[in-house]
């Protein structure tokens, strides 16, 4: 295995009143922070890497291979939404088990799996339940579990902790980090709190109206000074 | 394999669309091929479409006039005991066909009605005579008096609770309070409201059909069906069809650019808490508007039920004509519904799929897709344009030459049922459809849930509520219909509503009332399966 997880070269994103482009080189192995305001463009550069929005221009590698072209199941990325991660009319297990097979044909080794899996993110015995009836760090443990059965060396998380209390938050940090441990993935995290960045990652992309303007290891981003959208974000005045 | 189906969805959704464009199409081109002379706008013309802008003016201003007090007197008072009922009674003219409402009019207004008879009593020789403009007026306000004064409630009860406690706390009094805070949100409405209430007014087939009495007072809609069915006359019917088109595509136009579609919102009887109204007058006044409003509303269908109750039911059932038409209304309305939900469903899932940016492709020809996409919204609300009965006596003509149109009868019947559901339907749809994606289709995407797994799974489970709703309320207004099948019907081919309207024609009045009851009772009953569903939390409370 490469040990490049993303590569993005000269990609550009157009919208009506923005355009974006894209360049970084993500090593594997890694928790990466995307920091940056609102309406700075890292969604975008999810869905760019996940298949969900073809770029204009420019390369997509995740790992070595050219993702142009691939749709979004076939890439070797899960992806963890700040929302509805899990369809609300189905249970938990049914839920994961979309991570093994999407037509759903489990065998009963992948029933244990399953089971495994919910036990692993803390959700032992949850598995006949309904999403509206979980709280929502229970809701994104269940979307961690499938991400874990799915087994992608490539996990996206959009503001995962966004929706939850700062004791949950702290919560769900270790128990990622743990998993990062365990699986070792590379995870791309877009997060607001500097508290989560400076706990998690190893490095920082921060964009700024559609570019990145910055790509450091943990330590040398949050000592930067230079950039005025970095201070207002970290709070230095 | 995902991008092979949404190339199949896309290719469904445009075969669709070139139905309805083809089905209306050739309904046009008939009448431009037989295309009417010059000297056809003549004083007949002129009459009936001076009528028809009259009608449907006076009906407008009536009902939105009445609709203001009774819609202040519900916001106003926010607590009486049944208030809620009242409510569901301002909701019930538009769950019966216009057939059986006219019908109850008729028992509550006609000449040997409630009113006449206590006009009697009181020693007034000359009976009121419900046909003409009186009875059009009548029934057009019993129709648009409760929609209009819902959707003005809404509008009120939209009204900040911060505004109420402000103007309590400043003394304002019940006139300061309507002209500053009252009648600027009403006013806002008006045009909207205005404007649905008078389109229509204008398109009524059914009830200046009953009601109307002649040529003195026809409209457009109903003049097309005399001039096709009884004098024979196609190049009057393809005049009057164009006069038709272009008033309603005016009326369209005028809708779009100066009136925003009024919302329906909240009208649940939630309590805003309001501390105006509670002098004795204005208490006295609010009374006297609302318990006008409930004998307004409310007689005619006190009087379906009550002089249905006396028809020989248990006779009627058991008539071959009856379980004819039953089979016939079933035969017409179980398809047209389905086709109607499923046109709809397809050319949504369309549109959305051509808007999307999961397709690659789209960058490359965004143009195409997009106006697509814009066809696809805009053929939903072709039907408007071009009401039931212009459609059909554009395919009236159209099949003439191949012989005896009661053989085709049925498709077309079925075809224009199913169009004239369909702004309904999608407006049932859309919202559901759109939230179901939002929700769904990068999750199910991302993890390659596709073609029958995803219908099974992902679609089916949670949109399965919409769409038997759709369907129930494509499936009553299909059945209540009078429009299509005045223009096809016949022995062979005659549903409820025709049967009931022959047995009015020809003054069987206890057995059209007996019918009544049957049809307004299972038009009712789907139309609250149709309309009764309330929007769940997705995911259940947010924590």
Request: positive net charge; contains cysteine; proline residues 6%.
């Amino acid at each position: 295995m490469s040990s490049v997880a993303v590569t993005l070269e000269g990609v550009k994103v157009r919208f009506e009143n923005m355009v974006l482009t894209f360049d970084c080189t993500v090593e594997a192995g890694e928790i990466v922070s995307v920091a940056g305001a609102s309406g700075s463009g890292k969604t975008t550069l999810f869905n760019v890497i996940a298949g969900f929005e073809a770029p204009e221009r420019g390369v997509v590698r995740v790992f070595g291979e050219e993702m142009a072209g691939r749709p979004p199941a076939e890439r070797p990325v899960s992806m963890i939404f700040q929302e509805n991660n899990l369809f609300a009319h189905l249970d938990v297990a049914t839920n994961v088990g979309f991570g093994i097979s999407p037509s759903l044909r489990l065998r009963s080794a992948d029933r244990k799996r399953i089971d495994e899996a919910l036990e692993r993110v803390g959700l032992a015995g949850f598995g006949r339940r309904l999403p509206p009836t979980l709280s929502g760090g229970e809701r994104q443990r269940v979307a961690l579990a499938r991400a874990l059965v799915r087994h992608r060396p490539l996990l996206l998380l959009d503001e995962p902790f966004a929706a939850l209390d700062p004791g949950m938050r702290a919560e769900m940090r270790e128990l990622l980090a743990d998993l990062h441990r365990e699986e070792d993935n590379t995870i791309l995290v877009i997060t607001h709190h500097p508290e989560d960045l400076s706990k998690l990652s190893d490095s920082v992309l921060f964009l700024d109206k559609g570019h990145i303007v910055a790509h450091d290891s943990l330590d040398r981003f949050l000592k930067r000074r230079d950039i005025a959208a970095i201070n207002r974000f970290l709070g230095n005045e | 394999m995902i991008a092979r189906e949404n190339r199949l969805t896309i290719a469904a959704g445009g075969f669709s669309l070139g139905g309805i464009l083809l089905f209306v199409g050739l309904a046009a081109a008939a009448m431009l091929a037989q295309g009417g002379g010059d000297g056809l706008f003549d004083a007949y013309l002129w009459r009936v479409t001076r009528f028809t802008l009259l009608q449907a003016s006076l009906s407008t201003g009536l009902s939105i006039l009445f609709a203001i007090p009774v819609a202040r007197a519900l916001a106003r008072q926010a607590t009486f005991p049944g208030r809620v009922w009242m409510l569901r009674l301002m909701a019930l003219p538009l769950g019966v066909p216009a057939l059986v409402a006219a019908l109850g009019l008729i028992e509550v207004w006609g000449r040997q009605g409630d009113l006449n008879r206590l006009l009697a009593a009181t020693g007034l020789a000359e009976p009121i005579s419900i046909y003409g403009l009186f009875g059009i007026l009548l029934a057009h306000v019993f129709f648009n008096m409760p929609l209009a004064a819902r959707l003005m409630l809404a509008g009120l009860e939209r009204i900040p609770a911060e505004y109420w406690r402000t103007s309590a706390n400043l003394g304002m009094g019940s006139l300061a309070i309507f002209r500053f805070i009252e009648w600027p949100a009403i006013r806002g409405l008006l045009p909207g409201i205005a404007g649905l209430v008078f389109m229509l007014c204008a398109t009524s087939f059914t009830l200046v059909l009953t009601l109307g009495g002649g040529p003195a007072a026809s409209t457009i809609e109903v003049a097309i069906y005399q001039a096709l069915r009884f004098d024979f006359d196609p190049p009057r019917a393809i005049a009057l069809a164009g006069l038709q088109i272009v008033l309603t595509g005016t009326l369209l136009l005028m809708l779009k650019f100066v009136a925003p579609p009024p919302e329906e919102g909240e009208t649940s009887g939630k309590a805003v808490q309001r501390f105006d109204g509670r002098s004795r007058l204005s208490r006295l006044a609010d009374r006297i508007w609302l318990v006008l409003a409930l004998f307004f509303v409310g007689m005619p269908f006190v009087a379906i039920v009550t002089s249905g109750m006396q028809a020989d039911l248990s006779r009627l059932v058991r008539e071959s004509a009856f379980h004819q038409a039953l089979a016939t209304s079933a035969l017409v309305a179980l398809p047209s519904a389905m086709i109607s939900v499923t046109i709809a469903a397809l050319m949504i899932r369309t549109q959305r799929l051509l808007l999307a940016p999961m397709i690659p492709a789209r960058r490359r020809h965004r143009m195409p897709a997009r106006l697509f996409a814009g066809a696809i919204g805009a053929s939903t609300s072709l039907v408007l344009l071009a009401p039931p009965v212009v459609l059909g006596a554009g395919w009236f003509l159209l099949l003439r030459p191949f012989g005896d149109v009661a053989r085709f009868a049925p498709f077309v019947v079925i075809a224009i049922n199913a169009l004239m559901a369909l702004p309904f339907v999608h407006r049932v749809l859309a919202p559901a459809m759109a939230s179901h994606a939002a929700r769904t289709e990068r999750l199910a995407a991302s993890l390659g849930i596709g073609g029958f797994h995803r219908l099974r799974w992902i679609d089916w489970p949670p949109l399965r509520k919409p769409l038997f709703m759709a369907l129930s309320f494509a499936l009553a207004l299909s059945l209540g219909d009078l429009g299509a099948i005045a223009l096809f019907g016949s022995q062979d081919l005659a549903t409820l509503p025709w049967l009931l309207y022959s047995r009015m024609g020809s003054y069987r009045t206890a057995d059209a009332a007996g019918l009544a009851l049957i049809l307004g009772t299972i038009c009712l009953i789907l139309t609250i399966l149709g309309t009764a569903g309330e929007q769940r939390s997705p995911e259940g409370p947010r924590t």
